[in-house]
Each structure stands twice: as C-alpha cells, then as structure tokens.
C-alpha cells in the first residue's frame, strides 16, 4: 500500500512563505492529476490547487497569485509553493493523488500537514 508523505508545514508570520512536498512511499503508475487540499477548523475540505498529467494547473480563486502547484514526474512528487501567506490560510493541507488503472479511478491521501499564518 502506498503512502503520501507530506512536509514542509509550520508556523509562519502574515507574509511570509512556506513549501510543501507530497512524495509516495512507492512507484505510482497511470497518475492523472496531483491536487493540494485544505481544511480549516470546523470548514469542509477544499480545493486549493490541481495540476494535471499535461501540467494544467487549477487554483483557488482565493490563492491565485499566490501560491503555485508543480510536479516532479520522476518522483511522482507534487509542491505547493505558498507565498504571501494569510491568517486565513491557516489549516490542515492534504495532497491527493489520481491515478487509473483499467479504466478505474483511484486515489490516495496525504495525512495532512498543518499550516499555520500568525498575524
């Protein structure tokens, strides 16, 4: 069973920058797309960023400008680099991966990585 390990979280000032990682335990096959979550305290998980096998990016409206998802295809990897951070940034981030196999759609969970902005 593959895992998604994340890192990169922390404390940061309003402001400042973070980047975070999302790398498989092991080899993924047939990805389609690689996305970045975020769930607040007492919110549903949203979406916050997408990129896909062609390297389409997706984001959020409300981090446009700020943050930008990229993708290590080698390594089945996904970054999500956060700048100009906000206090209302502040929550748990997950990574999800995509993948096929048969024609069937599968996916797997980071465990999740806190991001917190201090005003």
């Known amino acids: 069973q593959v895992q998604l390990v994340e890192s990169g979280g922390g404390l940061v000032q309003t402001g400042g920058s973070l980047r975070l990682s999302c790398a498989p335990s092991?080899?993924?096959?047939?990805?389609?797309?690689m996305n970045w979550f975020c769930q607040a305290p007492g919110k549903q998980r949203e979406l916050v960023a997408a990129?896909?096998?062609?390297?389409?990016?997706n984001y959020a409206d409300s981090v446009k400008g700020r943050f930008t998802i990229s993708r290590d295809n080698a390594k089945n990897t996904v970054f999500l680099q956060m700048n100009s951070l906000r206090p209302a940034d502040t929550a748990v981030y997950y990574c999800?991966?995509?993948?096929?196999?048969?024609?069937?759609?599968?996916?797997?969970w980071g465990q999740g990585t806190q991001v917190t902005v201090s005003s």
């Open positions: 999800r991966t995509l993948y096929m196999v048969a024609g069937i759609e599968y996916m797997y």
């Open positions: 092991g080899r993924i096959f047939g990805i389609t797309a």
């Open positions: 990129i896909n096998s062609d390297g389409y990016t």
